[in-house]
């Protein structure tokens, strides 16, 4: 539990794994003080119900940070701070509407300076003694291994201590930005962590594709945002792939997030946060699980995912933290259950918030917010 005498500052807490991690913190006693963009950020979370449930009070403030990339951005956030979790990043929109131009722009850039900005806040504050950082999978592997144009070999897991060299563009899709932009700012803070010896260390945590329930989504079509999306499509009748099969479900990627507080995990060190999957698992899991949409075609089981196999070894993170990650059975229950709850609300009326939801031909895929 998090003591009273402990202030954490959050990152990216109105995202899917920064929502699900800042409940986690105020569950464990912790004093907290999210960075957003804006005031109507702050309201927003506020409004939830997960959060208004727990009655934080004084226990959550605010900071406004409208731009991670401006100089000092984070200097004022960190006044007083003991530990900082750090999730924010830019995101793929899951097409192509950053144009090949502008990749380095929207991501490495972002991706690397905000990271620098806030080790830099930290180191300047004095008063921080972890920091933990939302890496990803993504950042271990080589893209022609995640897309399957390699076959790693099944002999050699992808291990917490895989590093890859950075690749600079142009890139051939917003999934391949983003992947470097993870690849930059993990060497990029080791880089300075080695320079700069700060009193303070660094917890690199690596997640897979990210599956949970998505409180931040408040319509089904909220909801086919990020990598639940790639579950969702597939249960909805699209075709599509290949993907890496590794997957974590949201709520061990929050109870991770925390735990790294504990001064007991080892610092300066990544953690892999993922196991093995197969996308078309969901398939049989939701025919078992939800008949009942199966029969009235919200769901459907003409979908297919190919799945890209990468062995993986989390033991050390299994070791460390005290826990064996949920299924992927798990994961794609929760996944579902929300989607069809919001799918039912808006057929029934109940707090529509939406003009409709999402038609079969409608479906997105957006499969690269794969940490955050």
Same mark, same amino acid.
């Given at each position: ?10 990152t ?23 960075a ?26 605010f ?38 131009s502008?990749?380095?722009?929207? $991501? ?6 905000g ?51 950075f ?16 690849? @930059? @700012?993990?060497q990029?803070?080791?880089?300075w ?14 997640p ?31 075709? $599509? ?37 197969r ?7 939701a ?32 070791e460390?933290?005290?826990?064996? $990650? ?9 996944v579902?259950?929300? $989607? ?14 939406? @003009? ?17």
């Amino acid at each position: 539990m998090g003591s009273q005498k402990d202030l954490v500052l959050i990152t990216g807490a109105t995202g899917h794994v920064g929502s699900w991690t800042l409940v986690q913190l105020l569950r464990e006693g912790y004093r907290v003080r999210a960075a957003v963009r804006s005031q109507a950020k702050a309201a927003a979370v506020l409004a939830r119900p997960q959060i208004q449930a727990l009655k934080p009070g004084h226990r959550l403030s605010f900071v406004i940070v409208p731009d991670i990339t401006a100089p000092g951005a984070y200097d004022n956030a960190v006044e007083g701070t003991t530990h900082i979790i750090h999730i924010a990043s830019p995101l793929a929109s899951g097409g192509n509407g950053v144009p090949l131009s502008q990749h380095d722009a929207h $991501f490495i850039q972002p991706a690397v300076r905000g990271t620098i900005s806030l080790l830099e806040a930290a180191n300047s504050g004095g008063t921080v003694r972890r920091i933990v950082i939302t890496s990803s999978f993504i950042a271990l592997v080589p893209m022609d291994e995640l897309n399957g144009r390699r076959q790693r070999d099944p002999s050699k897991p992808v291990s917490p201590n895989d590093r890859i060299p950075f690749a600079p563009g142009p890139y051939e899709s917003e999934f391949a930005a983003y992947a470097a932009s993870k690849v @930059a @700012a993990l060497q990029q803070a080791e880089a300075w962590m080695e320079r700069e010896r700060p009193p303070f260390d660094v917890v690199h945590l690596h997640p897979g594709f990210v599956l949970g329930r998505n409180d931040t989504a408040t319509t089904a079509g909220q909801a086919m945002q990020g990598t639940n999306s790639v579950v969702l499509a597939l249960l909805l009748g699209k075709r $599509f792939g290949p993907y890496a099969g590794a997957t974590v479900h949201a709520s061990d990627v929050a109870r991770a997030h925390v735990s790294a507080l504990d001064p007991t995990v080892l610092g300066n060190q990544s953690y892999i946060l993922s196991q093995s999957a197969r996308w078309n698992d969901a398939i049989a899991i939701a025919k078992r699980e939800f008949p009942k949409a199966i029969k009235t075609k919200l769901l459907v089981t003409g979908g297919s995912v190919k799945t890209t196999p990468l062995p993986i070894d989390a033991s050390l993170t299994e070791e460390t933290f005290g826990f064996r $990650f949920a299924s992927y059975e798990d994961q794609v229950i929760n996944v579902v259950e929300h $989607f069809l709850e919001l799918r039912l609300r808006k057929k029934t009326g109940v707090q529509m918030v939406s @003009a409709s939801a999402p038609k079969k031909q409608q479906v997105v895929v957006n499969v690269s917010a794969i940490a955050c």
